[in-house]
């Protein structure tokens, strides 16, 4: 698991980083939908037991207040509410017995609750 690199000015745009795992898997599910016209957005919102809760998905829109940040093809867009809750954040990918799935290791989430669904 390595982070992509990218250069100093797009680092700092949302503060959120994208691991090789998860832009080679952004970009199988791009394929297999024979899609390039969308993007991964990652957002908070309120919700959960925790009180806010991550939303990952695929996007063709830009909205007012985005920022984006291209990891080797595979642009992520966060949007401008969203920013401080998730810089430094990182998103991953994991294919193993124990886990599978999109991953979000997020600095800023002081706990969790217990379905692991949403944070504080």
């Known amino acids: 698991m390595t982070d992509i690199a990218t ?6 745009a949302h503060g959120v980083s994208l691991t090789e795992n998860a832009a080679l898997k952004v970009k199988s599910l791009l394929s297999q939908e024979n899609r390039d016209d969308l993007r991964l957005r990652v957002a908070v919102q309120p ?10 998905y695929f996007d063709e829109r830009y909205l007012d207040g985005d920022q984006t940040v291209d990891f080797d093809g595979v642009e992520v867009i966060v949007d401008d509410m969203s920013v401080p809750y998730l810089d430094g954040a990182t998103i991953d990918f994991k294919d193993t017995i124990s886990e599978q799935g999109f991953t979000i290791d997020n600095p800023n989430a002081a706990g969790s609750c217990a379905c692991g669904d949403s944070f504080h």
């Open 47 to 56: 919700g959960g037991c925790s009180g806010l809760i991550y939303q990952l």
């Open 7 to 12: 250069t100093p000015e797009t680092a700092n």
